[in-house]
C-alpha cells in the first residue's frame, strides 16, 4: 500500500513537504520552511529514515528545513535539477545569518549545509531516474529558473507533485512542460486558487511609468523583489522596455543572478541576462549605497516584503522624499511591513516607524499559475485523486474541483495521512 503524507503547507503557504511511502521507500518532495516567523517555522518532523529527497525549486518554502537531516545524519541522496544544489546552498547560508542577526539559532549549522550539499545529485528535465524501485521524472514547472514537477511511478500509483508552477511564459522562463505523462494522483500548489492575476502587460507598463515618473522627478525608484527569479525578471522587463538610466541591484540577488546566468539553458531567452546586465551594475559595498540615492536611478533590492536585505537601509534614506517611488513586485503576506505599508501608510518594522512620503504601490509579477491556469492545468492533468496544498484557500479550491466533478481533497494537519 502506497502512504502519502503531509508535513506542511496544508491550508497554508510555507513548510512544503509530502512524504510518499511505498512500503519498500520512502522518499520525501521538498522540506521548506516558514520565514515570515521569527524563528522560522519549521515542518512536522518524519518519523524514521528517508531513502531520497527531491526537491523541485529553491525556495526557502521548499528547502529551507532540509539540512535538519544532515543533523539526523540521515544523508540520503537529494535529486533537484542542477542550478537548485547552488541556489539552496545561498539561501540556507543566508538563512543561518539572518537567524543569528535575529538572535535565533537554527536547528543547523554550516557545517550541515555543507554535508547536504554533498548529497546532491542533479538531474536533468524527462531524464528518469531511480530511487530503488520508484522510477521518477522531473519536468519543467515553469516556475523560477530550475522548478521541478516531481513525477513519481510509485508501487503502481503515478503520482505528481507540482511544487509551485506557472503555465505561461515570462520574461525569464518558459512556462511549464505540458507535456505529462498519464497521472493518478496529483498533489497541487493553490497559492491563487481565489483570485485571477491583473494582466501582465499592464503591470510591465505600470512598472516602467512609474520608473519614468519617477526619474522625471529627479528621484530614485525603488523596487523590491524576491531574490531568486524575481529581481532577475524585474530586470529584463526594465531592459526590454528601453530603460536605460542608471539601474543598480543589490542584496542577495545580486549572487542569485550571477548563478542563474550560469545556467543559460533554463532561460527563456539565453542571452537575455547578459544583455540586460550590460545596463546594470552591483553595489558593491555601503559607500555604493550612500552615493547612488543622491542621483535619479533605478534599484532593485531584497527583500521582498521590505523584512530584511538592503531595502530596509534605503526606505530608511528615502522615507520622505516625496520625488522617489518605491513599488513592491508581488504579494505580501499578512503582517509583513510591505503589507502593513500598503494599509497604513507607515513603514514598521521591529523598531522603525516611519511615515512614508514616497510614491508607494504594489504590483504584481508573480510566478505562480492563476486562478484560471490552476483549473486548466488540473483538467489538462485529469488525475483520479487531488490533494490542493500550499495556499490559504485549499478547502475552497477542494471543494470547487469536487463540484467539477474531481475527487479532491485539502488535507489538514489532524487528518494528513492517506492510503492510495
Ligand atoms: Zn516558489
Ligand atoms: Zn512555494
Known sequence: MVQVSFHGAMASIGCSSVLVDTGGEKILMD????????????????????????????????????????????NCPIFSQGVTKPLSRLLWLDSIKISR????????????????LDSFVPVNFRSPFKVHNTKATLFDAGHIPGSALTYLDAGGKKILYTGDYKTT???????????????????????????EHPDRKLQEKELVR?????????????????????????????????????????????KAITIINQHKNLLKDPKSLDKALE???????????????????????????????????????LFDKKNCSLTMS?????????????????????DIDLEV??????????????RDDLF?????????????????????????????????????????IFNL
Open 330 to 350: 508581488g504579494f505580501q503576506v499578512e503582517g509583513t511591513p510591505g503589507k502593513t505599508l500598503l494599509e497604513t501608510g507607515r513603514y514598521i518594522n521591529k
Open 376 to 416: 486548466e492545468f488540473i483538467k489538462h492533468v485529469n488525475p483520479e485523486k487531488i490533494f490542493c496544498v500550499h495556499g490559504e484557500h485549499t478547502e475552497d479550491f477542494a471543494r470547487e474541483l469536487n463540484e467539477q466533478g474531481f475527487d479532491a481533497t485539502a488535507p489538514l494537519a489532524n487528518n494528513r
Open 169 to 195: 511564459d515570462t520574461k525569464l522562463v518558459k512556462g511549464a512542460d505540458l507535456k505529462l505523462p498519464e497521472v493518478d494522483v496529483m498533489v497541487t500548489e493553490s497559492t491563487y486558487s481565489d483570485r
Open 357 to 370: 512620503h514616497m510614491d508607494v504601490k504594489k504590483l504584481n509579477f508573480s510566478s505562480h499559475a492563476s
Open 31 to 74: 522540506y521548506g520552511t516558514k520565514v515570515q516567523e521569527i524563528p522560522p517555522l519549521f515542518p512536522i518532523p518524519v518519523q524514521g529514515k528517508v531513502d531520497a529527497i527531491i526537491i523541485s525549486h529553491a525556495h526557502l518554502d521548499h528547502v529551507g528545513a532540509i539540512p535538519i537531516f544532515s543533523t539526523k545524519k540521515n
Open 279 to 317: 545596463k546594470a551594475q552591483y553595489v558593491a559595498d555601503h559607500k555604493m549605497r550612500k552615493k547612488i540615492i543622491k542621483q535619479p536611478g533605478v534599484i532593485l533590492s531584497t527583500g521582498g516584503m521590505l523584512q530584511g536585505g538592503p531595502i530596509v537601509w534605503y526606505i530608511q534614506k
Open 210 to 254: 512609474t520608473v519614468r515618473d519617477t526619474l522625471s522627478r529627479d528621484g530614485v525608484a525603488l523596487i523590491s523583489g524576491f531574490a531568486v527569479g524575481r529581481i532577475d525578471e524585474l530586470l529584463l522587463v526594465l531592459d526590454s522596455n528601453g530603460i536605460d538610466y542608471p539601474l543598480y541591484v543589490d542584496g542577495m540577488a545580486k
Open 101 to 116: 542577526e535575529e538572535g535565533v539559532e537554527l536547528p543547523f549549522s554550516r557545517n550541515d549545509v555543507e554535508a547536504t
